[in-house]
Structures are given as C-alpha cells and as structure tokens.
C-alpha cells in the first residue's frame, strides 16, 4: 500500500511538471525554428541591398511577404491542426520550412525571393502554432503563466543566437555559408520534434470533421481582446525586428548590433522566472503594465542612440518589456479559451500579432525613407503608450465582470 501511495505521488509530481522530456524537445525545436526565423530577418535586408541590388524602402518586404503567408496561413491552422493532428502537422511543416532554407542558396532576383519568403512563411505559420499549442497542452494547468513564460524562452534565446551568428556569419565568410549553416539548424529540430510523445494529451472532440471555416473554426472569440493588443505590439517591435542592423550601420554601430541582441535576450532570461511566478500569484497587471513602460523607454533611448554604450542599455529595457509583455498576452489568449480551444486561441493570438508586424515592417519602412531610421523607434514607443491605455480599459472591464460574478 506505501509503494502504491509513493508511486502514485511520484506519478502526480511528473504530472505536475514543467521540464518534462517532451517540453524540453519542444523547446529546442522551437528554438531552431526562431533562431532561423529571427537570422533571416535580420540578414535579409542587407542581402536584398547589398547582394540583389534592391531600395531600402524596398528592404523591408521580404518580412512583409513572410508575414502575410503566415497571417492568411495562421487562422486555419487551429482548425488544420484539430482535424489532422498537431504532431502530425509539426513535423510536415518542418520538413518544407526545412526544404525552403535549401532553396535560398539558388533564389537570386528579388521577385523570386519575396515568392520563397511567402512559402516559407506558411510553413511557419503551422510549425509555430502547433509548436504553442503543444506547449499549452503539455504544461499543467495551474504553472501555465510560469510554463509558457518558460516555453517562450525559446524564442527569447532564438532572439539573440540568430541574428548573432547570423551576423557574423555574414561579416566573415558569406550568405551562402549563412543559409547553409541555417538549413543545418532546422534539421536538427526536426528531428528532435520527431521525438516527442502526444498521445496521451487531450483530444479535441469535433463535432464537425469536415474541412470547413466559420468565424468559429477560425478564430476563438475570448482571444480577440488580447489579440488586439498584440497586433499592436508587433507593430512596435517591428522596428526593431526589421531595421535595428540597417540604422546600426547608418550610425557606425553594426559590430555592436550583434550584442544588442545579448543583451537584450539577458534581460529577458533574467527576469522570465520572476515575472512568470508574479504573473501565476498576483496577476498579469502587475508584470504587463511595467513591460509596457520599459518596452517604450527602450525604443526611446534606441533612437537617441549615438553611442555603443546607449545602443546596449537600450536593449536592457526593449529585452525585459517586450519579452514579458508578449509572453503575458500569449497566456492570457490561451487562458481565455477552453483548453480544447488552445489551438485556436493560439492561432488568433498570433495572426494579429504577425500583422502587426508585417504592417510595421512595411508603414515604418516607408517613415524611415521620409524621416530616417531614428524615428521609427519614437513612433513605435508612442503606439504602446496606446496599448497601455487600452488595456487599462480591458483591465477594468475584467475586474467587473468578476465582480458581478
């Protein structure tokens, strides 16, 4: 009777977990999935400039068409993903994503390389919410703001490893070598995803099993709010995400953009155990509202930036508000639906806020070329002042409900 209690508080502990075998191939799967992604971004302006010969207003576009695949893409993956399985749906969207880095290697005129960009996207789409939901489902219950705080780590080290190696990759030896190096990557993470074990996870019952699209197949209703918010957040960071090597180099700062993103990955990794716990135990409030402040701080001092030392700090302050601010509104999307409904909680969570970055990387483009790269940085942290308010709105709107509850 002891080794049976024993055996069954042991079983109950595992369950209780968060760095279980799966999550921890999950992650790194996620990783190598990001860190291509985040590389790419990063490079492809000054590929597109410097090797095909494109305008800087041009430079932008091949974010923008990665992102509207995965924004047409993302609505139906929830839907995609419930019908044929997210495990399933993982591993074939990473052998394309995998097959569409081989083919940079022969894509040289711009037109065809905005054509790959739209197709690696759609894979991307699917891989990222299969890999999100996953997660959602795999973290228990009660450790979900810590778990995917963690989980989301991922694309916080993604962050700074992509762009670093990509970068240097770029500076020493060549593109060619870039996307090679890159291919092997995503790889690996397939075939660690190959590993990981779903069967036992919930099984969404569908009462439909037909392919069909309603609102309802594409989007979950409880997620809009959050959804919305950050549609705008993205907006922000794409100005960071598409421009930060083009105004380094515009200021003489391009060997210190590859430690921006040290940096700024530090100060998200630092804090993600705190700001996870807090966010658990009293509330999304008291972690959003401060990453909100710190993320506008931040753009503003980057674009003051005439200095290396100006240019680093300012990643402190970008690295802790947008990594946590993103990471609360990808809880609270998730939260806001029924577990079955993680899919597509996740799916609308990240087609606005993929929007808001291709919007962003295009719009912002276009004030750049107007007003230069400095100002970019001013508009996007005035945008958050805007979603400060309107969260706020939210926020009270919440604490209403529950009280009349």
């Known amino acids: 009777m002891l080794f049976y209690i024993l055996r069954k508080v042991i079983h109950l502990e595992q369950q209780n977990r968060i760095f279980t075998k799966r999550f ?22 000054l590929y597109a400039i410097g ?12 974010v923008t068409a990665f992102l509207i695949a995965a924004i047409i893409v993302r609505p139906f ?24 880095n081989i083919l940079y290697l022969f894509v040289e005129p711009f037109s065809l390389l905005l054509a790959l960009r ?17 997660a959602a489902d795999i973290i228990p219950a009660n450790k979900k703001g810590a778990g995917l705080g963690y989980f989301t780590m991922s694309n916080n080290l993604a962050i700074v490893i992509g762009p670093f ?47 069909t699209f309603s609102f309802h ?23 960071v995400l598409s421009f930060l090597s083009l105004y380094a180099e515009n200021k003489g700062l391009l060997a210190a953009a590859s430690y921006f993103y040290v940096v700024f990955a530090a100060a998200m990794l630092l804090t993600r155990p705190f700001t996870g716990k807090i966010y658990d135990t009293k509330g999304p409030k008291y972690v959003v509202i401060p990453a909100i402040f710190s993320f506008a701080l931040g753009l503003v001092l980057l674009g003051l930036a005439d200095d290396a030392l100006l240019f ?19 809880t609270l999307a998730v939260q806001s639906a029924l577990i079955e ?62 009280t009349y509850q």
Not at 119 to 134: E, K, M, N, P
Not at 353 to 377: C, H, K, R, V
């Open 24 to 45: 921890i191939s999950l992650f790194l799967t996620n990783i190598a999935v990001f860190l291509v992604f985040y590389g790419l971004t990063t490079t492809l302006p």
């Open 51 to 62: 090797t095909l010969g494109v305008s800087e207003e041009e430079s932008g576009l091949p």
């Open 77 to 100: 993956s929830g839907k995609l993903l419930d019908l044929y399985g997210k495990k399933k749906l993982l591993m074939i969207a990473l052998v394309f994503y995998l097959l569409c």
């Open 118 to 134: 739209f197709f690696q996207g759609i894979w991307f789409s699917i891989v990222t919410t299969a890999a999100s939901s996953l």
């Open 165 to 211: 190696i990509s970068i240097l990759v770029v500076q020493h030896y060549s593109f060619d070598t870039l996307f090679l190096v890159l291919t092997i990557i995503v790889a690996i993470g397939a075939v660690i995803a190959a590993t990981i074990k779903t069967d036992d996870l919930i099984k969404p019952v569908l009462t439909n099993r037909r392919l």
């Open 217 to 239: 197949d594409l989007f979950e209703k409880k997620a809009l709010p959050v959804a919305v918010l950050a549609s705008i957040i993205g907006f922000s960071y794409a100005s």
């Open 312 to 330: 680093l700090g300012s990643a402190l302050f970008i690295g802790f508000g947008y990594g946590t601010v993103t990471t609360s509104f990808q």
């Open 341 to 402: 409904r993680s899919a597509y909680a996740t799916a609308t969570y990240f087609t606005f806020f993929d929007l808001g970055i291709a919007l962003g990387s295009y719009i912002l483009g276009i004030i750049a070329t107007a007003m230069g790269y400095e100002n970019i940085f001013f508009v996007a942290a005035l945008l958050l002042a805007i979603v400060f308010v309107l969260y706020m709105i939210q926020e009270r709107a919440m604490q209403k409900r529950k």
